[in-house]
């Protein structure tokens, strides 16, 4: 059974940290492209950021430079480092393992996600 499962959400102020963390089960961690996707009330689910099995990121705009993405294949862990957060930033955060190399769903897994809200 393939497993994503996200921790380290929570309640924090304008200006604050938080620190997500995705652990994967099912899969041979170092085929999967790692990412971390958001959705905020009445709003499509949208990247955040992205990470390959080799250490490659890829940052939506909007977090560039306040956000990292990180990974421990041994640990076949993701991490999201938030800092410098925003009242924008506040929404549902899922961890996502997508196949490289593959268009199927079959191979495209979700977590359940960690809420993320940053007060006024």
């Known amino acids: 059974q393939v497993q994503l499962v996200e921790s380290g959400g929570g309640l924090v102020q304008p200006g604050g940290s938080l620190r997500l963390s995705c652990a994967a089960s099912g899969i041979i961690f170092s085929f999967y492209r790692m990412g971390w996707y958001r959705q905020a009330p009445g709003k499509q689910r949208e990247l955040v950021a992205t990470?390959?099995?080799?250490?490659?990121?890829n940052y939506a705009d909007s977090v560039k430079a306040r956000f990292t993405i990180s990974r421990d294949n041994a640990k076949k862990t993701v991490y999201l480092q938030m800092n410098s957060l925003k009242p924008e930033d506040t929404a549902v955060y899922y961890c996502n393992a997508d196949l490289v190399g593959s268009t199927s769903r079959l191979y495209d897994y979700w977590g359940q996600g960690t809420q993320v809200t940053v007060s006024s």
């Open positions: 990470i390959t099995s080799g250490g490659i990121t």
